[in-house]
């Protein structure tokens, strides 16, 4: 988990890159795609609501029967570095 300022960064899941927006609080957030990784930063207290949050499972794939894995989770260091810099730490 890589939390600045007070924000956690959370990823994205998306297999065709399209960033989702989320509504916490009355707050709208728009994650940020850049270097092939979708990227929004929300206060710390937020992360964990949606990280947490029944709306958070999406269909891993366009077929029937597909498995739910996380619509967002945590950003590691590595995927906050690529998404900035465009290159491992």
């Known amino acids: 988990m890589v939390i600045r300022n007070g924000n956690v960064a959370l990823q994205q899941f ?3 890159n399209l960033p989702k927006r989320i509504d916490v ?11 092939n ?11 964990e609501q ?3 949050s029944d709306s958070n499972f999406v269909s891993s794939c366009n077929c029937g029967n597909g ?6 989770f945590y950003a590691t260091d590595i995927n ?3 998404f900035e810099t465009g290159t491992l730490p």
């Open 50 to 52: 949606i990280i947490n």
């Open 67 to 72: 498995a739910k894995k996380p619509l967002f």
């Open 37 to 47: 990784v979708i990227l929004v930063w929300v206060p710390e207290a937020f992360g």
């Open 14 to 16: 998306s297999p065709n």
């Open 25 to 35: 609080g009355g707050v709208e957030y728009t994650p940020t795609l850049q270097n």
């Open 80 to 82: 906050v570095s690529i």
